[in-house]
């Protein structure tokens, strides 16, 4: 297919969303070959039943993928559900609270255990709110960063760890964080807090926006939600990886299970092979293809391309910091969703529409915070970033007066 006039075939943009966004071409070329007619089966895979012979090496393969590339130990379950971030905020809280582990440990308390909530933007807010609004007794490690001056929070960076109020291992039943707060731009590096957490305490981590973006020890989670729209394929698909002795519950515990609909439901799911009724089948197969091309890009170069593409922009960013106006703490900044604002509302509008003219698409910030949001997902070439920042520059230069 001949390029266009910036060199993208299929006369694509440089897709800078940051949700549904771009897919590897290669990925979403073979979906088109096969879309019609997959292997020869003489339908699409959007036809075929989710029992057939078929569908049935397709979820297994993609599972299978998934495992070999993360290195998923054997006693982790991974599972393809629905409801994406949101549903997995009370799914955590519901699973958690019916698995035997927590309970043993709410009965040998003797009261309910409590769940920490570090919170450092939008996301994990939500999941906050989430377990609030179910009966959950939430403590809250660190909110933000609160002004000395105005006493007003702010998700810019991170309070130290020395600041932390983390409860007792004895008395909670998990930690959970969101790992890139794609509003913010701010991403926590993951020892940072598992190293915190005492060992017998599951953490719970949202990795929506950066998984599949860098290596990660998943022995030391005990749970892991993804939703699939930012790096590994369509909306639609979220991803729950979960060590299984969390699945483990009381035969039979009416009581445990009686708050937990079968829709957010982790053991139901896991038992049944993530099908126990019609799952997201395309969707989950264009994950598969998204995890074969992670598997042979490899997670390393995958990292080292990430830390390549933020670093152009952030570059750019550092040298005219009066212009292109970063506001999160270098230690934090996200490799996955760069903000920024610019000096006037009108220079980011003007600047917004320019980036269209040249093929640049979806850099509007959150409507939530205005600004400039640039997301650089898996997918994105190190080309991409390379033309985001030739435009920063350009625009740097008339208009900087």
């Known amino acids: 297919m001949p390029p266009n006039a910036t060199g993208l075939p299929y006369d694509r943009v440089w897709n800078f969303s940051a949700g549904p966004s771009a897919l590897p071409v290669s990925v979403l070329e073979e979906v088109q070959r096969d879309l019609l007619n997959y292997k020869g089966t003489g339908m699409s895979v959007m036809e075929m039943s989710h029992r057939s012979k078929v569908y049935d090496t397709i979820i297994n393969g993609a599972e299978a993928t998934l495992r070999r590339v993360l290195k998923v130990p054997d006693n982790y379950a991974i599972i393809f559900m629905q409801g994406g971030g949101t549903g997995e905020f009370a799914a955590s809280y519901l699973n958690l609270f019916a698995s035997k582990v927590v309970r043993d440990k709410q009965r040998k308390l003797g009261r309910p255990l409590t769940c920490d909530y570090l919170v450092t933007g939008t996301w994990s807010k939500g999941g906050l709110k989430e377990v609030k609004r179910l009966g959950g007794i939430t403590n809250v490690v660190a909110d933000g960063v609160k002004s000395a001056e105005s006493g007003a929070v702010s998700y810019h960076s991170l309070a130290p760890v020395s600041e932390w109020n983390l409860g007792k291992p004895e008395e909670t039943a998990f930690v959970y964080y969101c790992e890139n707060e794609t509003v913010h731009g701010i991403e926590t590096p993951s020892s940072l807090v ?130 292109y106006r970063g506001v999160v703490d270098k230690k934090y900044r996200s490799r996955m969703n760069l903000v920024f604002n610019l000096p006037t509302k009108e220079l980011e509008s003007k600047f917004v529409a320019e980036a269209a003219e040249r093929n640049m698409a979806q850099l509007k910030g959150h409507r939530s915070l205005g600004g400039i949001r640039i997301s650089l997902y898996n997918a994105m070439p190190l080309e991409g970033a390379q033309a985001f920042v030739a435009f920063m520059k350009e625009f740097y230069a008339a208009n900087c007066q």
């Not at 957490?197 to 929506?208: A, G, L, N, R």
């Not at 009381?250 to 009581?255: N, V, Y």
Request: hydrophobic share 45%.
């Open 194 to 323: 598992v190293d915190a957490v005492d060992p017998s305490v599951p953490v719970v981590c949202d990795m929506s926006s950066n998984m599949l973006s860098r290596p990660i020890d998943i022995k030391r989670f005990g749970a892991i939600i993804a939703g699939a729209q930012k790096n590994m394929g369509p909306a639609g698909v979220t991803l729950v990886i979960v060590r299984k002795d969390l699945l483990e519950r009381e035969e039979p515990d009416t009581e445990a299970v009686r708050g937990v609909p079968s829709v957010l439901d982790w053991q139901y799911y896991a038992s049944a092979g993530s099908m126990p009724h019609t799952p997201p089948t395309f969707a989950i197969y264009v994950c598969g293809l998204v995890f074969k091309w992670a598997d042979e890009m490899g997670l390393e170069a995958l990292s080292r391309l990430r830390e390549a593409r933020a670093g152009l922009v952030y570059d750019m960013m550092d040298k005219h910091p009066g212009f």
